[in-house]
C-alpha cells in the first residue's frame, strides 16, 4: 500500500475520547473498504511520560508534547481534537491554517462566536471537518433518519429527548474538569444535551425558540486527592427546555446527571402525522416504530433490531440479531470522514452543525438567565 | 340494612365518566368494606330520552331533566358532576349550598377564580368535596407516594411526566366539545396535563415557577354529520412546560393527542438522592423502582407488579400477579371519598387541589402567551 | 324484569374462584346487554357460620350447608362449582341430572374417566356446561384466536408456553389442600399447566404426542397452625413437557410454583410459517405480533395494546388504552356463557375441552412414571 | 517487541466465525494487556483466490492452501479451527499431534467418539485447547455465573433456554452446508442448541437425562444458483428437550431456526431458591436480576446494565453505560485462550465441554429416536 492511500493521523488529547476515536481508526478498514487506511501516526499531550504511555496503549507511532509541533509535521493528514472544550478553537483553527483536515469533540466551542470562527477557518482552508456527534451513527438513529426523510413519518409534531445519567449523583464524587466553566463552558448542558440536540437537528431540522432552565444541584465538590478540600461547580448539574422547531414541530429536551438509573440514557421519541419513533441508547440496536395507517386492531410500536442489511451502515458487520456496541457508532463516523476526505465532499456532522448547536446551546443558556423566550437566528 | 347507611347518588351527566364513576359505586363494596354502601339514586339530563336510556343502563333508580332538581331532592346525599367543563361550577356551589357533598370531575373549572368560588362554596357548606384525578389511586403511584414519604427516594430532583394520547392524530377526526374553548376552557392542556399535574403535585409538591406552550396543530375540523362543514378548533392540541417545584426539584411536562402510538400514554419518571421511580398507566400495575445504595453490580429498576398486599389499595382485590385495570383506579378513589364522608374528614384530592391544579394550567397558557416565566402564588 | 329474563346461580363452594366469578356475574350486564341477567340466588357450603359470611360478602340471596338441598332448588338455573377437584364430577353430574346448567372450576377432574363420565352427564341432559378456562377470555389472547383462524400467521410450527409462580418458594409456606393428591389430583400440573394446555390447544389444536417430567421440590411442609407438625407434599411442584400437535406443530411446556420473581407468568409464544405471536398474563392486555411479510428493514414485533374496538370483547368496556385486568377475563367469560344458555348453542371451552384437556394432564403424568412418550387418543 | 511475546495464529477456513476470531485477535490488546500479542500469520483454505482475498480483507500475512502445510509451519503457535464441523477432529488432532494449541468452533465434532479422540489428542500432546462457545463470555452472563458461585440464588430448580432464529422460515431459502448432516451434523441441534447447552451447564451443571425430538419442518429446499434444482434438508430444524441436571434442577431446552421474529434469539431464565435471572442474546449487557428476600413490596427483576466495573470483563472497555456488542464476547474469550497459553493453565470451555456437550446433542437425537428418555454418562 503506498503513502497516497493512507490517512495519517495525528491526536491531540488522549482521555476516554481519546481511546474511542483510536478504536474506530484501528477498525474501520476491518468491516469497511475505505479508500484511505487511517494510520496513527503521532499523539500529543504535555505529559511526556503520559502521553508515551498513552500512544503505546493506543498504538501511535510517535508522540508530540506540544500540539504545535503536531501541526507542523509533514506526515500528518487529519488534526483529530479530543482535548477539553476551552482548546478546541486554538488548536482547530491553526490545523486548518495549516492545511490539515480536522475532527473535533463536541461542543464546538466555549461560545458561538469561537464556533463561527472555527468554521470560518475550516471553510477558508478548504479542509474537511467534522464534528464527534457519533451517536446519529447508530444505524437504528441512521435508519429513523432514512424513514423520516422518505415521509414514512409525515410531517413531525414532536421531539422529545433526554440525556439521563447519574455519575454526579453522590454529592462526595469528586471535582473534574467537566464541572469547571473556564474549561468546559456548559456542564451537562453542554456535555450531553448538545447530543439530543444533534439528535434533534439531525432527524427533525432547526431550532428556532426556546425557553429553558440551568441547574445546579450541588455546588461544591471534593478535591480528588485532598482531605477536606472543596471546589466550586459553576456549571450546570441539569438543564431542560422546550423549543419550537422551524418545521412547526415542537421539542422537549432535558438533560441531567442526577437522574439514578440512568446511566447512558440518551433517548428520544418522535411523533410525525404519519406515524412515530422511540430509540434509547442503552438498547441502542432497537429502534421502536409505529405507523398510523397500520390495520386497526393491528397498530402497535414495532420492535426492530436494526442489524439487518436493510439498515444503514449495519450490513458491514455481522448477520442480523448479532448486536453493534458503542464503538460501532464511531466506526460508522470515521467511515463518512474518510469518504468525505476520499472524494473532497464533507460529510456531516461538521462544523456548521457545531456552530447551530452551540446557537441552541447558547440560546437555552440567555433564555435560563433572562426568564423569557429566546430566538435563535440561523443564516 | 338501614336508610342511614345509605350513600345516596345524584349523578348530573352520563357520559364516558359518568359510567366510570358508577362502576365504581357498584363495586366498592364488594372489595372493600364502607361504612355507607353507595345507591344509586337519580341521574340527570337535559335530554329525557337519553337520561332514562343511561338510567336504564347504569342502573339508577330515578331520573331528573334539570339538575337543579336534582339538587333540591332529600334523597340525596353526593351529588357527581360528570359534565362538560363550563358547567363545573354553577352546579357544585349549588349543590354545596343545598348541603350535598360534592365530586367533580377535572379539570375543576374554567379559571383560577372560579375554582376558588367552588372550594369557599363547599368549605362554607361544611361538605364533602373531591376532584376525579383518578390516576393517582393506581396501587402502583400510592406506592410511589409511599416510598417517597418514607424518604427511600430521598430529595427529589426531578419530575418528567408525559401523558400522551394520538385520537386526534387524524386531522378528518371531527370537532368535539373538547376543542371548543367555550366549553372545555383548555383543550388537551386541561383535560390530560391537569393529570400531569395532579401527579406531579401528589408525588412531589407544589410548583412555583414555569414556562411553556401550548399549540393547535389542526385549526378546522369536519363536523360530524355534515357533508363539508368545518369548525374551529380554538384551544391547544399540545402543551409542554417547564417548572419549578417549592422544594428545588425540576418538572418537564408535555401532553398531546397527536403522539401517534400512545393511545394512553400517561407515564412519569421521578429521580431523587437515593433512587428513581417510573410508571406508566398502559401497564398500570408495574412500578419501576431504583436504588442508588442497592450493591455495586447489582442496581438497576427493578420491576415491581403491584398487587401484592403490601401494595395501597391492592390487598383488596386478588392474589399477587392478577393485574387491576382501569375501574379500579375509580373504585379505589370513591373508597375514599365514603370513608371521608362516613368520618367527616376530608379525603383529598379535592377542591383545594383543584384550585392549586387550575393555577398551574393557567400559569402556563399566561406564560405562552407571554413568552416569558409566570410565578404561581400559593397560599 | 321478569323472571324468565333472570338466570339464577346456585353456587357450591366460595373460595378465590367464587370470588371471581361472582364479581362476573355482578359486573356482565353492566357492560353488555345479555338475554339473561344473573341472580345470585343461592350459596352452598357445609360450614353454615362461614357459607352465610360469604353470601353476605358476595351478594347472594340465600344458602345451602349441603350442595344436595342446592341442586334440587326449583329457583336455580345454574350451578356454578368452585370447590375442589375431588368433588366437581360428584357435584356437576348430579347438576346435569337434575336439569341444571353446569359451569366448573378447572382442572374438571381427577381423571379422564371420570372428566368422561361429565360430559357424558351433562350431554345427556342436555345442558349448557362450561370449565373455567379464563385467560382465553383476555381480549389479546380472543384476537390471537382471531389472527391464527384468519391465517394470518400461516401453518403453526411451534407453541411454547411456560406458567410460572413462585408462591411455594420458600419451603416453609404451610400445606393446603393443592398439595395433596387425594384431593387435587396433581399439583402445579393440574392447577397451571392446564392452563398452558387450554391455550394451546384453543390457538394451535388437540396434541397427540407428550413426554414429561414431574417433579417435587419440597416434600413436606409445615402444617399452618402447629409448632411442628408437618405434612407430606404428594403432588408436583413443577411439570415440563414437550408435545406434538395434530397438525405438525410442536410444543413446549413448563410449569412451576418455584420461579422466583414470577407471580403469575402464565406466557405463550406461537411461530407460524407467517408470523408469530407472544402474551404474559401479568401485561395481560398486551398482544406482541409479527408478521415476516412486513417491508424489510421494517419488521419487528409490533406491540399492540389489546383494547381498541377490534379486539374481541374490548370494545364493550372503555376508550383505547384504558387497560383491563384480570376480572374482565371471567366477566368475558359469563358473557358467552348466558349467550350459550340463552341460545342454547352450548359455548367453549365446555366439558369437551376438560375431557382433552385431562386426557394431556394424564398422558403426561404417565410419560414421566414410564420415562417414555405418550401418545392421546382423541376421538 | 520480540517474538517469545507473540501468538502466532495459523487459522483453517475464513467464513463468517474465521471474520469474528480475527476480529478478537485483533482488538484483544486495545483493550485488555495479555503477555502475548496475537500476530494473523497465516490463513489456510482449498481455493487460493478465495485465501487470498481473505488474507487481505482479514489482514493475515500469508496463506496456505493445505491445511497439513499450515500445521507444519514452525512459525504458528495457535491452530483456530472455523471449518465446517465434519472436518474439526482431523485438523485438531493434527495439530495436537504437532504441538500447536487448538481452537474449534461448535459443536466441537460429528459424535462423542471423535469428541473423546480429539479430547485425548490434545491431552496427550499437552495443548492447550478451547471450544468457542463465545456466549458465556458476554459480561452479563459471566456476572450470572458469579452470583450463582457466590451463593445469590441459593440451590437451582430452573433452567429454561431457547436459541430461536427465524433465517430459514421461508421455504424459497436455498439450501447450504448447514443442512446437510454429512457436513454439519445435527442442523439446529448442533448449530444453536448446542450454545444453550454450553449456557445450562456452565450456569446450572451437568444435564444426566433427556427426553426430547428433532423435526424438520421443510424437506427440500432449492439449490442456490440453479432454476429449479432441489436437494433434501436431512437434519433437524428444530429439536427441544426436557433434563434433570446432576444437582437437582429441571431443564427446558428449545431451538428453532423457524420462530418468526427471532433473530438472534439466545435466551435464557435461570429460577434458584432465593432468586432468578434472566437473559437475551439480542439484549446482550442486559440482566434481569431477582432477589426473593428484597424487601417485600420491593421485589422485582431488576434490569442490570452490565457495562460497569464490577461486571467481568466489562471493565476493560468504557465506562458504565457505553454498551458491548457481539464481538466482545470473542476478545473476552481470545483474553482467556491467550491467558491459559501464557500461564499453562487450560481456560474453559475447552475439549472437554465438548465432549460433554457433544453428549447432550447425541442423547437428545437418541431420545427422539427411541422415544424414551436417556441417560447421558459423566466420567
Partial sequence: MTNQKELRIGMVGYSFMGRAHTQAYRDVSYYFKPELKPVLKAISG??????????????????????????????????????????HAEIAIAAAKAGKHVICEKPLSMSVEEAKEMKQAVEEAGVIHMICHNYRFSPAVQYAKQL??????????????VYL???????????????????????????????SIDLAR???????????MLK???????????????????VDDASAFITQFENGAMGVFEASRFAGGNRNGNRFEINGEKGSIKWDLENLNNLHVYFHDDEPGLQGFRLINCTES????????????????????FINLVHDLIEGI???????????????????????????????????PHN
Fill in 46 to 87: 504535555r505529559n511526556e511520560a503520559n502521553v508515551k504511555a498513552a500512544a503505546e496503549q493506543l498504538g501511535f507511532e510517535s508522540i508530540e508534547t506540544d500540539w504545535k509541533k503536531l501541526i507542523e509535521r509533514d506526515d500528518i493528514d487529519l488534526i483529530d481534537i479530543v482535548t477539553p472544550n476551552n482548546s
Fill in 148 to 161: 423520516i426523510s422518505e415521509g414514512k413519518l409525515g410531517k413531525i409534531h414532536h421531539f422529545r429527548g
Fill in 165 to 195: 445519567q447519574d455519575w454526579l449523583l453522590d454529592p462526595k464524587t469528586p471535582m473534574t474538569w467537566r464541572m469547571k466553566k473556564a474549561v468546559t463552558g456548559y456542564g451537562t448542558h453542554g456535555d450531553i444535551a448538545a447530543h
Fill in 202 to 212: 439531525f432527524l427533525v431540522g432547526e431550532i428556532t425558540d426556546v425557553a429553558g
Fill in 216 to 234: 445546579t444541584f450541588v455546588n461544591e465538590r471534593p478535591v480528588a486527592g485532598t482531605e477536606n478540600e472543596t471546589d466550586t461547580v459553576d
Fill in 310 to 329: 436493510e439498515h444503514p451502515y449495519a450490513g458491514a458487520y455481522w448477520p442480523s440479531g448479532h448486536i453493534l456496541g458503542y464503538e460501532h457508532t
Fill in 342 to 376: 476520499s472524494t473532497g465532499k464533507n460529510p456531516t456532522p461538521n462544523f456548521n452543525d457545531g456552530v447551530e448547536n452551540q446557537k441552541v446551546l447558547e440560546a437555552v443558556a440567555e433564555a435560563s438567565e433572562k426568564k423569557s423566550w429566546v430566538q435563535i
